[in-house]
């Protein structure tokens, strides 16, 4: 029975676990279980690290990929979002779908006999989550008893840290003003996971509560793509939820800073916090790479 990788919850804590110990070996890896397999890539929004990550992956993984573009598919206006599932499960052995809607996603899953990858859609990220939780292995070398603190909206983003933190263990707080949480749904899920991992996932409003004395303190833009219309209302909103020197003080004195890019800097990160000592975010924009080869190995191969 064929796999989607729609959200973080599509897999087990276990799997959850079993992704990232799985990241961090094939980087040492020459093994190519994709070889004669072509993957297609549908982006409806523009990428750096996504796209490039991908295609990187599926080669260094010894398979093919054809990348289409919003203007080649137009997603659901051309066509039905069904139909162009229908089609392109005809001719390759998976997809990776980066969306604006996720209905569209779990459309184009429940059309398709090959499995389907989220690489961004307007409620998760799961991927990134992938690349998240390798960094902070990879820097931390355990989950149990880590503080991880998201600073800011409660996107995508957001969403997906907050199952996998739970996931493996992870304690994860959120600061944020009220009106800009986690969606209720993908939250219930995070407090499930942490409910049987024995972490702990927490809302509060003042950064500085939830950065005390974390391990990790994580933010990003306050502006997704899609989202410009309301820029002077979250500029506003978000205002005090910038991250600096003077509130990573309140973390740990060996506390790491993670960012999944692009940043902006006078925003939602003071200048300079990209080159900061605690900064990891270019450790973290590689591991998109590993992790993603990682889920790919595991549904595609």
Known sequence: MKKDFLAVSD??????????????????????????????????KPSLRTRVSFEIGIRQLGGDCIYLSKEDVNLGV????????????????????????????VTMAAH???????????LEHPCQAMADLQTIAQHKDRFDGIRVAYIGDGNNVAASLAVGCASVGADFVIANPPAYGV?????????????????SVTRVELPEDAVRDADVVYTDT???MGQEAEKAERVKAFANYQVNPALMEYAKPDSIFMHDMPAYAGAEISEGMIDDLRSVVFDQAENRLHAQNAVMVTLFS
């Open 183 to 199: 969606p209720e749904s993908v939250w219930d899920t995070a407090l499930q996971r942490a409910e049987a991992s024995g972490s």
């Open 11 to 44: 897999f087990t804590s276990a799997e959850v676990a079993d992704i990232v110990r799985q990241a961090e070996s094939l980087k040492r890896s020459n093994a190519r279980p994709l070889n004669g397999k072509v993957i297609a890539l549908l982006f409806e």
């Open 112 to 122: 398709m006999n090959v499995p389907v990858i989220n690489a961004l859609s307007d």
């Open 78 to 105: 051309r066509e039905p979002v069904e139909d162009v599932a229908r089609v392109l499960d005809r001719w390759v052995d998976g997809i990776v779908a980066r969306v604006n809607a996720h209905e569209s996603l």
């Open 222 to 224: 306050w502006v997704s």
